[in-house]
Every structure is written in structure tokens, then in C-alpha cells.
């Protein structure tokens, strides 16, 4: 989508899903340097968490629940993230979950400095297959205009 083709109070149910697993949450967590075994070691979830199984790494949930909007917001015509503010997770999501995001877009207005593009606030949302929000988060990205 172009600048011009974000309209404030749109929500967007985004068509891709993806189930997570045991190797996207390893690959992730250990791209990243993070040995925590709360992510990691399913023997120390199973004995000292409540959760009882080691829960996905919420940085590669935050990652897949944008990734997952890029298809259909901002793929070729995006310049650049520039934050991401509110993020929350407030359901835990495990390996063998599902993942479905939505987007509302929240704001739009032209750069003040550059004429051929501008700033869109989009809010995020991602659900698993029970439909329990687990993640969520505003972003701001600079887009394109439509060439003229």
C-alpha cells in the first residue's frame, strides 16, 4: 500500500497464519544470544515454571506479528520502521500454537520534511488459534507516496 491508500480506522485481518515450533523458538533464541531456559530447556519449564513448557521467545513473537502485515501493508513501499511503542504480551504462546494477526491503522500524515512520503500509525494485534491475544504493539512506519 502507498501513503495515500491508508484510511484511519481500517483494520486489516491479515490473510497469512503460521504455526510455531520447537526450531523457530531454538533458531530464533540462539540467533539472538538468549540462553534463557524459560525459552530454551524444556526439562527447567516442565519443573520451575508455571507454564510447564518453555514459551516462545516474545521478541520472535513481535518479529512474526509484523512480518506477518508486510504482504499486505507495506511490502515495496516502505522506507523505514521508525518505532514501535505499547508493546504488550499478554497471553503466553507455546510451540504448536498458531499464529493470525489484524492491523488498524491509527494515523496517517504527510513528512514535514520529505514530499514523497509519510508517517502511518498502525496498531497490531496478533491472536492464537483460540482466538487469546497474545501480542500487540503501535508502530510507526515511514511509507512511500504513490509515484506520480
Not at 509484523?66 to 499486505?72: A, E, R
Not at 511503542?85 to 494477526?101: K, M, S
Request: with cysteine; glycine share 6%; charged share 25%.
Amino acid at each position: 500500500m502507498w501513503l495515500e491508500d491508508f484510511e484511519v480506522g481500517t483494520t486489516i485481518r491479515h490473510r497469512l497464519t503460521r504455526t510455531l515450533t520447537e526450531t523457530d523458538n531454538m533458531l530464533f533464541s540462539n540467533m539472538t544470544l538468549n540462553p534463557q531456559p524459560l525459552h530454551i530447556d524444556r526439562h527447567f519449564c516442565e519443573r520451575e515454571t508455571e507454564w510447564g513448557q518453555p514459551l516462545v521467545n516474545s521478541l520472535f513473537t513481535l518479529g512474526l506479528m509484523i512480518g506477518i502485515s508486510v504482504n499486505d501493508l507495506t511490502n515495496g513501499t516502505t522506507i523505514a520502521n521508525l518505532g514501535m511503542t505499547d508493546v504488550r504480551f499478554p497471553a503466553p504462546l507455546f510451540h504448536g500454537d498458531t499464529l493470525r494477526a489484524e492491523t488498524t491503522v491509527l494515523a496517517v500524515r504527510e513528512s514535514k520534511s520529505r514530499p514523497d512520503a509519510g508517517i502511518v500509525e498502525l496498531h497490531h494485534r496478533a491472536y492464537n488459534q483460540d482466538d487469546i491475544l497474545v501480542a500487540e504493539c503501535r508502530r510507526q512506519a515511514f511509507m512511500k507516496k504513490r509515484p506520480a
